[in-house]
């Protein structure tokens, strides 16, 4: 059952959601393009590829689902899985980072820099604010920290990507079992959603440690950290906790009129509504967080090294002359 486009609101939010969809994908083909033809540190870059794709890709099955309507909720599920593949970009992509080495006209890899860089911090705040602060002071601890925030990462790609499988077998066995939006206890979507939201809760906390650690580091602080770290916080952490609030407050009237619209239909749309806003949002800051220009470097001019080098010949020859003479 698809809404009811002869409501001006629910005609004007997809025309103007599809019309900013858009531009927003528009600018990510421009933002990838740009990448492809600047790749001065292509193993950080090729991550960012599958990164840039996330907005549009949650983005527009989205607004597929508010047109085809609610029966068509379990397109969501693609996004979902999408994010998995997503946050795993990411935090590869912060780690290439942190073993990032500049070097004029090219940049290197070095996973020894990695426990190198850990290590002059000393001590590094935990996972876990009330655990205080873990001490590294040597390349086992360093080891162990990096294990625990790529666990915290990887137990939520899993999940997610446990949660789209489930939710697939679950939709076509019983569907009335599933019921999308429901967040009555005896329907598989809340469950599904509580663990999802458990899930990026501890994601949240991890790379929350994570970003700290890295602004610490003073090589990377002009990186933009911040506005990288909240690119994946609008993209996974947000859809990820959002859907059961929107369904309590559709379950209990507060939305929506909830004689005139079903609880599933009101929780839908505006999940799916919430979840356009904020990927076209995230989709124009990645253009400005992940920029190719970070990883230029300047090549040393010969012409400047010509010069200094001739420089010091004039400074020591004379010195060289009198040495000889005595």
């Known amino acids: 059952m698809a809404y009811n486009f002869d409501e001006i609101g629910t005609r004007s939010t997809v025309a103007v959601s599809v019309f ?15 990448h492809c033809i600047s790749l001065k540190y292509a193993e950080a870059q090729i991550l960012i590829l599958a990164l840039a794709l996330t907005p549009s890709v949650i983005g527009w099955c989205s607004w597929i689902t508010i047109v085809l309507g609610p029966d068509w909720a379990q397109l969501d599920l693609i996004g979902i899985s999408y994010m998995s593949i997503a946050a795993l970009s990411f ?14 006209g090219f940049n290197v890899y070095r996973y020894g820099k990695i426990q190198h860089r850990l290590i002059s911090l000393g001590s590094i705040k935990s996972v876990f604010i009330w655990m205080g602060s873990m001490r590294i002071g040597n390349c086992s601890e360093a080891m162990g920290y990096l294990n625990l925030v790529k ?54 906390l991890v790379l929350h440690s994570w970003k700290q650690t890295m602004k610490r580091i003073e ?65 124009i800051l990645q253009v400005v967080s992940f920029q190719p220009e970070e990883f230029y470097v300047e090549e040393v001019s010969t012409e400047l090294e010509d010069k200094n080098e001739n420089k010091y010949l004039e400074e020591t020859t004379p010195n060289v002359t009198l040495r000889i003479m005595d």
């Open 91 to 104: 935090f590869y992509y912060t780690l290439k980072l942190f073993g990032w080495e500049a070097n004029p």
């Open 20 to 34: 900013l969809l858009s531009l927003s994908s528009l600018f990510t083909l421009i933002h990838i393009k740009n």
């Open 151 to 204: 666990l915290g990462v990887f137990q939520f790609a899993f999940v997610l990507a446990g949660i789209g499988i489930a939710g697939v077998i679950i939709q076509f066995a019983d569907s009335e079992l599933m019921d999308y939006g429901n967040p009555d206890i005896y329907h598989a979507w809340l469950w599904l959603r509580v663990a999802e939201a458990a899930s990026a809760l501890i994601a949240f």
């Open 219 to 283: 090589d990377l602080s002009k990186l933009k950290i911040d506005s990288k770290f909240q690119v994946i916080a609008w993209c996974l952490l947000l859809p990820s906790i959002q859907p059961i609030p929107m369904a309590l407050l559709s379950k209990y009237g507060i939305i929506a009129d909830s004689d005139a619209n079903s609880v599933k239909e009101v929780t839908v749309f505006t999940h799916n509504f919430l979840l356009i806003i904020e990927m076209i949002a995230a989709g």
